[in-house]
């Protein structure tokens, strides 16, 4: 098991950038396919972006891509992710979650994935 916190959320107006960072304690981080996932109210909680063990592989949900990038950081147990160009549609709580599977064609499914944090908020104003 891996603990995941999220940071970096705030508000922002639209066209602005952020970066949101997840940062993990506990088992070896690098065994961890990660990804951000975002919930707005009333809505159903979606895949953002994936990104593999070795950071070599990297997904994105359509409603992002272009936009936003993924990265990470093994040796300092942490993942970014930097969003440009943020609409209002963006506005949403933002979560990082791991799991240890490897990258497969599951890695968009929340189900699949067994740690999560707790979520920042991200508000883009119009």
């Known amino acids: 098991q891996v603990h995941l916190v999220e940071s970096g959320g705030g508000l922002v107006q639209a066209g602005d950038s952020l970066t949101l960072t997840c940062t993990a304690t506990?088992?070896?981080?690098?065994?961890?396919?990660v990804a951000w996932f975002r919930q707005a109210p009333g809505k159903e909680r979606e895949f953002v972006s994936a990104?593999?063990?070795?950071?070599?592989?990297?997904s994105f949900g359509g409603a992002v891509t272009g936009r936003f990038t993924i990265s990470r950081d093994n040796a300092k147990n942490t993942v970014f992710l930097q969003m440009n160009g943020l609409k209002p549609e963006d506005t949403a709580a933002y979560y990082c979650a791991a799991r240890e599977q490897r990258y497969d064609s599951s890695y968009a499914f929340q189900l699949t994935y067994g740690d999560w944090g707790q979520g920042t908020q991200v508000t883009v104003s119009s």
């Open positions: 506990g088992r070896t981080f690098s065994n961890y396919l």
């Open positions: 990104i593999d063990q070795s950071g070599s592989i990297k």
